[in-house]
Antibody
């Protein structure tokens, strides 16, 4: 059974840092692009970043470029999102997802979501 | 601000057919395939349609997708109460080098 189990959310002050993790099981993790998506309160889904199977390609939405870093450890079947210089507008539920069609999406399995709250 | 535009809401009575549009441009829908997601509050999004019109295993055939030029559509036939949710289109944008979600459509079953 494919599973994506997320951890690492919580409350952080503006300007602070947080690292989200997504542990994958039930499939060959190293054979798939992976994605982070978020939903801020009262807003729609927003794609945040994705990463190629071997980590050699990464793409980010403009609003997080230079502040967030997506990475993966294929030996540990894990995906990460390092979030620095956090702002209030980064407050959201963050989801990891498996992208079956490379950078083109087809995100067929999703994590349970983790809440990140940026507030003083 | 999303580059894929959807109507904010759609509604129908049980059994009716509802169609949701997704308008983009040559750099996203016009060049790449479209995916559709169903999202219920407090749960993870669910892939409904991929590659414009393909249904993943387990998705009822009441859901169908189509694409023409720079626009795409999701149709829900035989509307059921459990279809009440938010629906999003998504596609890769070659100009922006990002994956974009549509603005989202809230479907209400009257």
């Amino acid at each position: 059974e494919v599973q994506l189990v997320q951890s690492g959310g919580g409350l952080v002050q503006p300007g602070g840092s947080l690292r989200l993790s997504c542990a994958a099981s039930g499939f060959s993790f190293s054979g798939y692009w992976m994605t982070w998506v978020r939903q801020s309160p009262g807003k729609g889904l927003e794609w945040v970043a994705n990463i190629k199977e071997d980590g050699s390609e990464k793409y980010y939405v403009d609003s997080v470029k230079g502040r967030f870093t997506i990475s993966r450890d294929n030996a540990k079947n894990s995906l990460y999102l390092q979030m620095n210089s956090l702002r209030g507008e980064d407050t959201a539920v963050y989801y990891c997802a498996r992208a079956t069609n490379g950078r083109y999406g087809r995100d067929d399995y999703w994590g349970q979501g983790t809440l990140v709250t940026v507030s003083s | 601000q999303s580059v894929l535009t959807q109507p904010p809401s759609a509604s129908g009575t049980p059994g009716q057919r509802v169609t949701i549009s997704c308008s983009g441009s040559n750099s996203n829908i016009g060049s790449n395939t479209v995916n559709w997601f169903q999202h219920l509050p407090g749960t993870a999004p669910k892939l409904l349609i991929y590659r414009n019109n393909q249904r993943p295993s387990g998705v009822p055939d009441r859901f169908s997708g189509s694409k023409s030029g720079t626009s795409a559509s999701l149709a829900i036939s035989g509307l059921q109460s459990e279809d009440e949710a938010d629906y999003y289109c998504a596609a890769w944008d070659d100009s922006l080098n990002v994956y974009v979600f549509g603005t989202g459509t809230k479907v209400t079953v009257l």
